[in-house]
């Protein structure tokens, strides 16, 4: 089976650092993505991992772990607009091709 | 501007009215999905097209279909909506399925069927 597992909210001060966790128990593995989503709007793309290790970018750091199943999404100096659904996908084979497997996403509220 | 757009935004329907949802991109991407996002279950494929009539199923297909006639288009059709379709929907495209490539979504119809 397919299974990615996120908490579903957070809570966190303005310029304040944050760490999303995302586990996941795949038939395959292809990378790693991050998009965040604001309510009512579509997700953007945040981050991509495929390798283990740290991408960094700007505010934005991704970390990959293969062996554990892990990743997880830093986000510093936290801004209001950063108050968002953080969403976890794994891209997967299926049937010669890929596709992706979301998870169900953490609400982030950043507080004043 | 590169963008994925989908019409109608919102949309009130009743059980058994067939709709159609549509979707564009102006990327000359190849791969286009639709998923469907629910409360606490996260986004779910409904079908996915590799390119022009290659279409297959997601994870969720039964009440939906698809059709590729076009490399832009990728409408949804409801044949027979139920009120457990009741939904927020995206589609998505991108060049491929490999490496740093990401979809790009469109903004989204709330749909609810009454």
Same mark, same amino acid.
């Given at each position: 089976?397919? !299974?990615?597992?996120?908490?579903?909210?957070?809570?966190? /001060?303005?310029?304040?650092?944050?760490?999303?966790?995302? /586990?996941?128990? /795949?038939?395959?593995?292809?990378?790693?993505?991050?998009?965040?989503?604001?309510?009512?709007?579509?997700? /953007? =793309?945040?981050?991509?991992?495929?390798?283990?290790?740290?991408?960094?970018?700007?505010? =934005?750091?991704?970390?990959?772990?293969?062996?554990?199943?892990?990743?997880?999404?830093?986000?510093?100096?936290?801004?209001?607009?950063?108050?968002?659904?953080?969403?976890?996908?794994?891209?997967?084979?299926?049937?010669?091709? !890929?596709?992706?497997?979301?998870?169900?996403?953490?609400?982030?509220?950043?507080?004043? | 501007?590169?963008?994925?757009?989908?019409?109608?935004?919102?949309? #009130?329907?009743?059980?058994?009215?067939?709709?159609?949802?549509?979707?564009?991109?102006?990327?000359?991407?190849?791969?286009?999905?639709?998923?469907?996002?629910?409360?606490?279950?996260?986004?779910?494929? #409904?079908?996915? %097209?590799?390119?022009?009539?290659?279409?297959?199923?997601?994870?969720?297909?039964?009440?939906?279909?698809?059709?590729?006639?076009?490399?832009?288009?990728?409408?949804? #059709?409801?044949? %027979?909506?139920?009120?457990?379709?009741?939904?927020?929907?995206?589609?998505?495209? %991108?060049?491929?399925?490999?490496?740093?490539?990401?979809?790009?979504?469109?903004?989204?119809?709330?749909?609810?069927?009454?």
């Amino acid at each position: 089976g397919q !299974n990615i597992d996120q908490p579903t909210e957070m809570t966190a /001060t303005e310029g304040a650092i944050v760490q999303i966790n995302c /586990t996941y128990q /795949t038939s395959g593995f292809n990378g790693l993505f991050w998009y965040q989503q604001h309510a009512g709007e579509a997700p /953007t =793309f945040l981050s991509y991992n495929v390798l283990d290790g740290l991408e960094e970018k700007g505010r =934005f750091s991704s970390f990959l772990s293969r062996s554990k199943g892990y990743s997880y999404l830093l986000l510093k100096e936290l801004q209001m607009k950063d108050s968002a659904s953080y969403l976890c996908a794994v891209r997967v084979p299926s049937g010669g091709y !890929n596709k992706l497997i979301f998870g169900a996403g953490t609400r982030l509220a950043v507080h004043p | 501007e590169a963008q994925v757009t989908q019409n109608p935004r919102y949309l #009130i329907t009743v059980t058994g009215k067939k709709l159609t949802v549509t979707c564009s991109q102006n990327m000359n991407h190849e791969y286009m999905s639709w998923y469907r996002q629910d409360p606490g279950l996260g986004l779910r494929q #409904i079908y996915y %097209s590799m390119n022009v009539e290659v279409t297959d199923k997601g994870d969720v297909p039964e009440g939906y279909k698809v059709s590729r006639k076009e490399k832009r288009n990728f409408p949804l #059709i409801l044949e %027979s909506p139920s009120p457990n379709q009741t939904s927020l929907y995206f589609c998505a495209s %991108s060049w491929g399925q490999g490496g740093r490539e990401t979809q790009y979504f469109g903004p989204g119809t709330r749909l609810l069927v009454l």
